[in-house]
């Protein structure tokens, strides 16, 4: 693939593969149907697990052998489901050749059988009762279901059919259709004269939902590959949080004033982009605000109204649109006039591709067709009854664009929808929706809020405001011609404005414009011009954020990431990505070679000790030789000589090929070469098959592979710890290549340890909560809302009336931002994340302190205060580390920066235990 797979997605490419072998070989054993489930939520990338598993199957790897005459099949329930799917494998999977894909065409195909070494891509659309494909004629020899069937009894042992049943374009009785003719090729369809299909690969979005297609239809055996939610949103490939924003009445809406909002979080979104991809040195997009609009009746193409949206938006923004910049999907299929502005029709498959789109009109048609994770902002006019299709729509807006999640701006973390028409009631609809689709977990988090309520919490270390900037000339639009000028510069003093108050200001300007307007320009149309900008806030705690946010992120704290399982199970593959990592970064810049030394040196030790032991000629002939065996018979068959014994030379090709498959034991890291490279001190010498011989005889002997897992596995750990910190601290490396290098560790082992650091910008999760000052991350008037239970509140207090208090956090569990500790509870490992990070003056610069207030009747006690000991122990960088027990009005705490408390509780056997030393060490401040 032309893109680096994810590590689930690598494992699951791994069972699929295994599945799609045994599957295969039970069918020939057996001639029973078989069946591969492959189920994965939203934003899996299941269109690119597949299509890598297209490419194993063609190419082979090191257990398997190349299939170049396998036969794949890809069917789906849209047209555009099929392009779409093929134009992924054509631009990704650079070992499938442009033209090995092909989308079987009404008009154009005809053929007994399917061709060798092909993928063919086929809806169901196409094989209705009314298709030509369907049907003989002087054109057509073969029917589709004539031509499937040859192929079923020609090439049974290489012959797959995919059923795309995750990216469903069809609805009503139009989904009904679709699903029954799928089940034609799980069991059989007599009327059509076809069999069962000998292997089925069904891609689904939940176990549930495939199972529900081949239920009672087969007595095929069925093998479960599945991606959890889980793993798709640790990669990051997903936004963490959908936000639905709402008004508290769906009967009382100010549909043009959520409009207003939408373009406003656009604009926010547009701006922190374009900073956040310039400072990490990528190539800057155009985020996209999405507006589904009412249908169009009696010759009117939408019920909603076209022009005014597009002025509105053009006015929240301080300038109009070129052409291009705004787009529709409408079926019309042609650009129409708006106001005078021609606004183009574009497929859905091309909005991504298209980069000069900055907003994009539609109806109905893109909740399948279409991936754009460019698109930021959605803002939806059509009423409750549509909540399924809104639900289709956000799982195809919920991926990142970087494909990563976003350190630094947490903003950016998120994708906003606006619904003005539904209410809280109506909203749960939608949820309930995304969680059918996605089996009950969503792989993202979902957050309701009411519009009357004000925009979601952004929560910074340098608060900004929007304000509007008025201009001081109005701009005239000529009415009579489609060209659109460019706003003024604006030059006026600044004023904030809430989102009610701009409206009103937008409008009494409208009005004042239209009053004064001379009669020379009466034909013309006059606006005034509010752009939103971002202005910083300068708040009153004086409280040097930045400074603190600086000081927590040099001090290097431990944090750890804990998962259920290891994912990458290479050593030697994760060592030669984080190596690659640092070199890339020129932190390491003889990394490879020093590493690359280290193991021809582990290769070259085993070679001489095989010559040394006399081992080595014998075994280098089994490689470099073969046995042949003749018996020699008379005309009549009677043998005349038992057998005659001959040595032949393996062929410098085989030796190539074995050489090749040795290396793919080795992790695929160039070590054969570099071993003969480093061996070779004349070029003749590259030519001497013993150097080939030594790495083959390495790879082929267990004990070497398992001394090089070692090795790999403990040098790993060693590299991880000497250069950690520096990756995170080093000012040259990006944002990608510090999440690259944490993701490489992460998947090496169920606990490893990373450098604690915070973003500039979070989202508050608590709307509802309490407001709190003095926190480290506030909104623009200088608060955080949080929910804190009593005892929270109290520790807070007690720590705000210190002389040396300076700010807090309120460390959220489960974000890229959090501090997390492993404890143990039942034999299982878990991350915990302390409540608060307290931060104090100490001289001219600061001290961190960890507390966690906790309930001392919660079972998690013992572990959590075994987990405080054991950090505290390996990470001294703390002032205090406190786990704290509050009785009334005494806040007890017990001070694990203390050796003999870390040792008593370490010796603590269960909860009555760590109760006798809460009793005899804890104490009041």
């Not at 705690?541 to 944090?559: A, L, M, P, Q, Y």
Request: hydrophobic letters at 35%; proline letters at 4%; charged letters at 30%.
């Amino acid at each position: 693939m032309k893109v680096e797979l994810f590590s689930f997605q690598k494992e699951a490419v791994e069972n699929l593969r295994m599945w799609v072998y045994e599957s295969q070989g039970a069918f020939r054993r057996t001639h029973v149907p078989q069946v591969i489930s492959f189920t994965a939520p939203t934003g899996a990338g299941k269109t690119i697990v597949v299509a890598s598993l297209i490419e194993e199957i063609f190419n082979g790897d090191d257990s398997h052998a190349d299939e170049r005459d396998a036969v794949f099949v890809w069917l789906s329930d849209s047209p555009e489901l099929n392009l779409q799917s093929k134009a992924k494998i054509d631009l990704k999977a650079d070992r499938i050749r442009l033209g090995q894909c092909v989308v079987i065409e009404d008009e154009s195909f005809d053929r007994e059988e399917l061709e060798d070494g092909h993928v063919y891509f086929l809806n169901t659309q196409k094989l209705g009762k009314s298709s030509n494909l369907t049907k003989h004629s002087d054109g057509r020899q073969y029917t589709i279901w004539e031509t499937l069937q040859n192929t079923i009894v020609n090439k049974p042992d290489r012959l797959y059919f995919i059923i795309d049943e995750a990216h469903r374009g069809a609805s009503g009785n139009a989904a009904a259709t679709a699903t029954t003719i799928m089940q034609k090729f799980i069991k059989g369809s007599p009327e059509n004269g076809l069999s069962s299909m000998p292997v089925v690969i069904g891609m689904s979005a939940t176990p549930e939902r495939f199972n529900a297609l081949v239920k009672g239809y087969t007595n095929s055996s069925i093998h479960n590959v599945v991606v959890t939610p889980n793993d798709v949103r640790q990669s990051g490939l997903l936004k963490d949080r959908i936000i639905i924003t709402h008004p508290e009445d769906d009967k009382v809406t100010n549909e043009m004033s959520i409009l207003q909002a939408a373009v406003d979080e656009w604009q926010h979104k547009c701006a922190h982009w374009h900073q956040y991809l310039v400072e990490q040195h990528y190539a800057v997009f155009n985020p996209v605000l999405v507006i589904q609009v009412l249908d169009g009746t009696a010759g009117k193409v939408s019920e909603t109204p076209l022009e005014d949206y597009l002025r509105k938006i053009e006015e929240r923004i301080g300038r109009t649109f070129d052409v291009g910049e705004v787009v529709q999907t409408f079926d019309t299929k042609f650009a129409i006039d708006v106001g005078g502005y021609q606004m183009q029709y574009i497929e859905p498959s091309r909005i991504a591709e298209t980069k000069n789109i900055k907003v994009v009109f539609f109806k109905q048609n893109l909740s399948t067709g279409w991936d754009c994770p460019r698109a930021e902002t959605m803002m939806s006019v059509r009423r409750a009854k549509d909540s399924t299709h809104i639900a289709q729509l956000l799982g195809r807006m919920v991926r990142t664009p970087t494909q990563q999640r976003i350190q630094v701006d947490d903003s950016l973390n998120d994708v906003h929808l606006y619904l003005p028409y539904f209410d809280s009631e109506t909203v749960k609809a939608v949820v309930k929706d995304l969680q059918d689709r996605e089996g009950g977990e969503l792989p993202t988090e979902i957050e309701s809020e009411r519009f009357d309520d004000g925009p979601a919490q952004i929560l910074q270390i340098k608060p900004k405001r929007i304000v509007q900037k008025p201009a001081v000339t109005p701009v005239v639009i000529e009415e009579s011609s489609p060209k659109q000028p460019v706003a003024p510069e604006v030059k006026t003093p600044v004023q904030e404005t809430s989102v009610k108050e701009s409206v009103a200001e937008c409008n009494a300007a409208k009005d004042d414009s239209a009053k004064n307007a001379p009669a020379e320009v009466a034909s013309k149309k006059e606006e005034s011009v509010f752009v939103p900008v971002e202005e910083e806030v300068v708040l009153e705690d004086g409280i040097d954020r930045e400074s603190v946010v600086k000081f927590i992120n040099d001090s290097e704290f431990d944090t750890f990431d804990v998962r259920s399982v290891r994912i990458s199970k290479n050593h030697v593959s994760s060592l030669f990505a984080l190596v690659q990592v640092l070199v890339m970064t020129d932190i390491w810049r003889d990394g490879l070679r020093t590493v690359k030394t280290e193991i021809v040196d582990l290769i070259r030790d085993y070679a001489d000790g095989l010559r040394k032991s006399g081992k080595y000629e014998q075994l280098s002939k089994d490689i470099t030789e073969f046995k042949l065996s003749s018996e020699i018979f008379d005309v009549y068959g009677i043998s005349i000589q038992d057998e005659v014994q001959g040595s032949i030379a393996t062929a410098q090709s085989d030796i190539d090929r074995i050489f090749k498959l040795a290396d793919k034991k080795l992790g695929e890291t160039g070590i054969g070469n570099f071993y003969i490279t480093s061996s070779s001190k004349t070029d003749a010498d590259w030519e001497n098959p013993e150097f080939k011989v030594d790495v083959i005889l390495f790879a082929a002997d267990s004990e070497c592979l398992r001394k090089l897992d070692d090795y790999a596995s403990k040098r790993f750990n060693e590299i991880d710890d000497a250069y950690r910190r520096k990756v995170n601290l080093f000012k040259g490396a990006d944002e990608k290549f510090k999440k690259e290098y944490n993701d490489i560790v992460s998947n090496s082992a169920e606990v490893t340890k990373h450098v604690f650091g915070l973003p500039e910008t979070i989202m508050g999760t608590d709307r509802d909560g309490e407001k709190f000052e003095k926190h480290l991350f506030v909104d623009n008037h200088g608060f955080a809302k949080f929910k804190l239970n009593n005892w929270e509140k109290k520790t807070l207090a007690e720590e705000f009336a210190r002389e040396d208090f300076v700010t807090w956090y309120r460390n959220p569990p489960r974000k890229s931002f959090s501090l997390a500790i492993p404890y143990e509870r039942d034999n299982q490992v878990k991350a915990m994340y302390p409540d608060f990070i307290i931060v104090r003056k100490d001289g001219d610069s600061y001290v961190a302190d960890m507390l966690e207030p906790h309930n001392p009747e919660l079972g998690d006690n013992l572990g959590k205060a075994k987990a405080f000991a054991k950090y505290a122990e390996e990470c001294a960088l703390f002032g205090r580390i406190q786990l704290i027990r509050v009785n009334g009005e005494h806040v007890k705490r017990l001070e694990f920066t203390k050796r003999d408390i870390r040792e008593r509780v370490m010796l603590c056997n269960n909860l009555e235990d760590l109760n006798r030393v809460f009793s005899d060490c804890a104490v009041e401040e």
